[in-house]
C-alpha cells in the first residue's frame, strides 16, 4: 500500500511563489511515477506536471516555464516549485502516482491509482 500526502499549499498574490511537497510512504518500487494535478472549483481534475520512472518530466501547456517538477528519492518526496503564480492556479493540487507508468498521462486520471489529500492553492490578484 502506497499512502501520499501532500502539503505547502497556501494563499499568495498574483506573481508569487510557492513549493509544494509530496511524501510517499509504504512500498515504494522503482517503477512507481508521480504527477500533480489540480482541480479548481467547478472543474474537472487536470494533469499539471509528472515525471517517470526514468526521470523524464511532462508539463501542461499552461505551466511550462513557470513551474518545475522534481524529486528526492532517497526521501521519497516529490516536490512541484511554482512561480509566477496566476489567479488561475488558484486550485485544489493533489499528488498521484502508478505503477502504470506506460499508460498514465496528465490527459486523464485515470491508470493513477494513489492520491494524496490534497494541498490548497489561492492565487489573488
Known amino acids: 500500500q502506497v499512502q501520499l500526502v501532500e502539503s505547502g499549499g497556501g494563499s499568495v498574490q498574483a506573481g508569487g511563489s510557492l513549493r509544494l511537497s509530496c511524501v510517499a510512504f509504504?512500498?515504494?518500487?522503482?517503477?512507481?511515477?508521480m504527477a500533480w494535478f489540480r482541480q479548481a472549483p467547478g472543474k474537472e481534475r487536470e494533469g499539471v506536471a509528472n515525471?517517470?520512472?526514468?526521470?523524464?518530466?511532462t508539463y501542461a501547456d499552461s505551466v511550462k516555464g513557470r513551474f518545475t517538477i522534481s524529486q528526492d528519492k532517497h526521501q521519497n518526496t516529490l516536490y512541484l516549485e511554482m512561480s509566477s503564480l496566476k489567479p488561475e492556479d488558484t486550485a485544489m493540487y493533489y499528488c498521484?502516482?502508478?505503477?502504470?507508468?506506460?499508460?498514465?498521462?496528465?490527459?486523464?486520471?485515470?491508470?493513477?491509482?494513489?492520491w494524496g489529500q490534497g494541498t490548497r492553492v489561492t492565487v489573488s490578484s
Open positions: 498521484a502516482a502508478t505503477y502504470n507508468c506506460i499508460s498514465a498521462s496528465l490527459a486523464s486520471t485515470s491508470w493513477w491509482n494513489y
Open positions: 509504504g512500498s515504494i518500487y522503482s517503477s512507481y511515477c
Open positions: 515525471i517517470d520512472s526514468d526521470g523524464s518530466k
